[in-house]
């Protein structure tokens, strides 16, 4: 079978594939193919994914299709995310090589990925947090996750010609992005199609968002943000499905919706899902386990990310500040006084755009097109409906009032007053 133009692989062909590809076969034991044990596991919205153990090794091949998976060929969706995936892949895995799988191969025109299969116990983090299990480590290695990847592609490290390099190689993931403006900047505030939500009970609360000025004022500058802020490569996508976890690993999966974005973006996106993950606790509670010691966990683990990622991306800032970015010049920001003013601006300015966004992507997944498994296995709607209701008034409120808040801290003690 020839693989020289675009085929979507079925565990078969998949097979011969291996066997025809040295970067892969070499892992996993290929030429004894008999052995191959190949799972399809792809739960999510956009790609197949199989699951490869051979005699002496296992890995991951991940698809991407020409078409929205969940929806069908009626959304069609390029392939070409796969190279920007594989790319982000690369270049945030040699930034943070102990948050992000190894590649092992890339075929564009087949749209194919090989990498490092996460082996159990790892599981999908939103999995962990909807069965209330505590991970230890998850602010310290996702905050240093993020500082590094963060840090490392923004004009803090670069020079103006790379970055713009960088900007010109993503600006080809358009579709991606153009999705992203849809779904969460736009769909929620109007009449569409696609938005659904727990239906009697939020009807009018669904209709407040789009009758909302003040919420579409602040969803515009946001959306303007997002296409227009070229500030470092993000994920694009970070929420807690495209994170695996262990009790000591976290790994952080999928950027296929990576561009050259707002930092604030990712940040905003995990630590909104960690929001969304503490309003649906009570849904998830149960006779002998109120979840009161877990969300009290999940507030703990918001505020460290958030105050550890501002400790580490400082101190990368500090510790490069006479290299080669250009976004502050050694010898223009050249006295502690006037570093320290222009870091403390940039860090306030940063947490307002990550609590914006992340209120942004908490309204989405309670009136938009694709939810969460948080609240969705609440099987009771009217129980369901309470936490996302909650959950919503935080949210609206939060971005309409984020710039009010000097700290971390702050927003933990509002989202208690809400709950």
């Known amino acids: 079978m020839s693989f020289e133009e675009f085929t979507p692989l079925n565990e078969k062909s998949l097979v011969d594939y291996i066997k025809a590809t040295p970067a892969l076969s070499s892992k996993i034991g290929a030429d004894k193919s008999d052995d191959l044990v190949i799972k399809e596991v792809g739960d999510g919205n956009l790609n197949f994914v199989f699951i490869v153990v051979g005699s002496s090794g296992s890995l991951v091949i991940k698809q991407a299709l020409p078409y929205i998976r969940c929806i069908g060929e009626s959304w069609p969706m390029t392939k070409e995310r796969a190279y920007f995936e594989a790319t982000t892949l690369r270049k945030h895995g040699n930034l943070s090589p102990d948050h992000v799988p190894e590649v092992y191969h890339f075929d564009r025109t087949m749209a194919l990925i090989g990498m490092r299969y996460l082996e159990p116990p790892h ?8 069965a209330g299990i505590e991970y230890p480590f998850l602010a310290d290695h996702m905050s240093d996750y993020m500082a590094k990847t963060l ?105 296929e919706f990576s561009f050259i974005g707002p930092m604030g973006f990712d940040i905003g996106a995990y630590l909104g899902n960690l929001i969304l993950a503490f309003f649906a606790q009570d849904g998830h509670a149960a006779q002998g386990n109120d979840r009161k010691e877990y969300k009290q966990w999940i507030l703990r683990t918001i505020e460290q990310t958030w ?29 502690a ?47 369901r409906a309470i936490c996302e209701k909650s959950a919503l008034e935080f949210a609206k409120m939060l971005l309409k009032e984020r710039r009010k808040f000097k700290s971390i801290g702050e927003v933990v003690s509002a989202i208690q007053q809400q709950s």
């Open 123 to 130: 599981i999908i983090l939103r999995k962990g947090l909807i």
């Open 151 to 255: 840090f490392f592609t923004s004009l803090l490290y670069h020079d103006t010609t790379e970055h713009r390099r960088a900007v010109t190689e993503f600006c080809g993931n358009v579709e991606l992005c153009r999705l992203t403006e849809q779904v969460v900047f736009s769909d929620p505030y109007r009449v569409s199609t696609f938005n659904r939500w727990t239906s009697p009970y939020l009807d009018d609360d669904a209709k407040a968002v789009r009758e909302d000025s003040a919420l579409k004022l602040e969803i515009a500058e946001l959306k303007s943000m997002f296409c227009e802020r070229a500030q470092a490569l993000i994920h694009g996508d970070l929420h807690t499905g495209s994170v695996m976890v262990t009790q000591d690993s976290t790994q952080v999966i999928d950027p």
């Open 307 to 335: 105050n550890l990622f501002n400790k580490r991306f400082i101190a990368l800032w500090d510790q490069n500040k006479d290299g080669p970015g250009e976004a502050y010049l050694a010898d223009i920001y050249n006295n």
């Open 337 to 383: 006084e006037v570093l320290q003013l222009v870091q403390e601006n940039y860090m306030r300015n940063l947490l307002h755009d990550s609590l914006g966004f992340g209120a942004a992507k908490m309204i989405r997944r309670i009136v938009g097109v694709a939810h969460v498994e948080d609240f969705e296995s609440i099987e009771e709607d009217k129980r």
